[in-house]
Nanobody, 123 residues
């Protein structure tokens, strides 16, 4: 079992930056591939970024490529999402997720999910 808690969301102006954190507990964090997702009101959850268990591989949605960076600190059991050049269309609830696998998982196929953190970008 893995428990995930996101933090770092908030209100920011367009062009600004936020860093989301996802703290994991309950299992061996370094065994898990991690991902970030977001959900717009009335829409399905969508993939944002993923990182392999070691951090050596990452993958991004085209909509965030070049602006967002996923990273992890296995010593701190934490995965991050650095979001730069934010746009109003990035406004959503952001979720982190974990899956017990060594490969990167750029899909919704994860075992554990956090409760999400709201990111609002004003124009």
């Amino acid at each position: 079992q893995v428990q995930l808690v996101e933090s770092g969301g908030g209100l920011v102006q367009a062009g600004g930056s936020l860093r989301l954190s996802c703290a994991a507990s309950g299992s061996t964090f370094s065994s898990y591939a991690m991902g970030w997702f977001r959900q717009f009101p009335g829409k399905e959850r969508e993939f944002v970024a993923a990182i392999s268990w070691s951090g050596s591989s990452t993958r991004y949605a085209d909509s965030v490529k070049g602006r967002f960076t996923i990273s992890r600190d296995n010593a701190r059991n934490t995965v991050y999402l650095q979001m730069n050049s934010l746009k109003p269309e990035d406004t959503a609830v952001y979720y982190c997720a974990a899956r017990n696998t060594k490969v990167i998982v750029p899909t919704l196929n994860y075992d554990y999910w956090g409760r999400g953190t709201q990111v609002t970008v004003s124009s």
